[in-house]
């Protein structure tokens, strides 16, 4: 089922990382092609606001919803009617995001240079902020969690949810997703999705009862190409976390680990999208075999079989076999997982020579599905290569570092000369005219 790349001969050692990347299975997505699909309906969204996201609503998810601000009496029915155990399981899921998010905010830091001179890094949260959970083959209220909490706890002030309309629940956003912003205090949910939701996040309008519907200064959460393309096209108009691609797992075994769990793990990836990745990178051949004999029986029996197939049989999917656990850490290095498993002998010692992954998981019992729900980790994490150079989102998300300059009269005398010195020799002379310009007797 999983195509196999031999590099037991050919070692990752003797190859470049460029060659590396190269080598191995990856989604391959234009998202430049879609910008070109996406920029009319950003344009007219800009131009037209409320009535052309509507619009595009209504030929994309063939429903047009009366208004875009979901009223607050449903946000609350929904809160009401949920099945109680996934109440309560999104309460474990919201009090462990919580948790540890508290614990990555940061304290302002002033360095003291000399006896009046200090430079304090201050930590500012952005002032509004729009969140997308997606719809479409699955329903997400998960990263309505992942995408709530850190905001909140990084002090984000104002924030709306966007998630896609459902004809099926009349022009509302899944009540499962609308009951997780309600847990989470959140009165503010757009119904609209795709490339209009960033669009209208980024530029506002006015709904159709004549509410307001204030911009955002950013905006975060995965969804598919579309809206990945409208991210990447209005970015600078507003901040973004990333530009996520299709899902990824990589897991680094050894003959230690216990095929029926690599597969599950293999299989619990491709369920969300026939573009989903999932790669196995081993030094056993013996595990290789087993695992696809159980992944026949687990693809058989799974619920998205269909679609779990196309996932691991495409060329995004597939397992790279290596001589020795060195090259396997090279590989999962070069590859830069989204989500990436180490089951071997002495997991924690292999996973802390790991550098690129958006998140590990160490061991038998730390599946990538623990991270999607009640691990306390973010799920919201780089894809296609790029845990190489960012990480996945956090509350530094949503926190600017901001550093704040206080200099007395003695301490910029102490270094006029050397600005002085450094402007003129960038030949920028009013650089260094406007330190002279506060010691007319001169700086000594």
Not at 215 to 223: E, S
């Amino acid at each position: 089922m999983l195509s196999r790349i031999d590099l037991r001969e050919r070692m990752p050692a003797e190859l470049t990382s460029a060659q590396l990347q190269a080598t191995l299975p990856r989604a391959e997505i234009d998202v430049d092609a879609a910008v070109h699909q996406v920029r009319p309906v950003v344009e007219a969204v800009r131009e037209r606001g409320v009535a052309a996201a509507l619009d595009y609503t209504e030929q994309f998810d063939e429903v047009r919803p009366e208004t875009v601000r979901v009223p607050a009496d449903e946000l609350a029915k929904a809160a009401e009617q949920l099945d109680p155990t996934v109440r309560a399981a999104l309460h474990v899921s919201i009090e462990r995001a919580r948790r540890v998010h508290a614990d990555q905010l940061r304290s302002d830091v002033t360095t003291t240079l000399a006896d009046g001179a200090t430079v304090t890094e201050r930590w500012v949260p952005v002032r509004r902020v729009g969140l997308y959970a997606p719809g479409g083959l699955a329903v997400y209220p998960s990263s309505v969690v992942m995408n709530v909490v850190p905001a909140q706890v990084a002090g984000v002030e104002s924030l709306v949810v966007c998630s896609p309309p459902q004809a099926e629940f009349g022009g509302l956003p899944h009540p499962t997703i609308l009951a997780a912003a309600a847990m989470l205090g959140v009165d503010e949910v757009w119904a609209v999705g795709g490339a209009q939701a960033v669009a209208l996040m980024a530029y506002g309008g006015t709904d159709t009862d004549g509410t307001p519907l204030a911009g955002v200064d950013m905006v975060t959460g995965p969804g598919n190409v579309y809206l990945t393309a409208a991210k990447r096209m209005l970015r600078g108009v507003i901040g973004i976390d990333s530009e996520a691609g299709p899902t990824e797992i990589a897991v680094l075994a050894d003959d230690t680990a216990d095929p029926d769990h690599v597969a599950a793990d293999l299989v619990s990836q491709a369920e969300h999208d026939p573009l989903a990745a999932s790669v196995l990178v081993t030094t056993s051949e013996g595990l290789v075999d087993a695992v696809e004999a159980r992944l026949q029986q687990r693809v058989a029996a799974t619920k998205h079989s269909e679609r779990v197939r196309a996932a691991l049989t495409g060329k995004q999917s597939g397992v790279v076999l290596v001589s020795t656990l060195d090259d396997a850490i090279r590989v999962v290095d070069a590859y830069a997982a989204e989500h990436l498993e180490i089951q071997t002998a002495d997991a924690r010692a292999v996973a802390a020579r790991v550098r690129n992954a958006g998140a590990i998981f160490v061991g038998p019992y730390s599946p990538v599905s623990l991270g999607d729900y009640c691990a306390g980790s973010n799920h919201v994490l780089p894809t296609g290569g790029y845990a190489r150079h960012s990480s996945g989102l956090s509350v530094q998300t949503f926190l600017r570092g901001i550093h704040v300059v206080d200099y007395s009269q003695a301490a910029l005398r102490d270094v006029a000369d050397e600005v002085v010195t450094l402007a003129n020799a960038e030949d920028l002379p009013a650089h260094g005219e406007a330190v002279q310009a506060r010691f007319p007797g001169g700086a000594q």
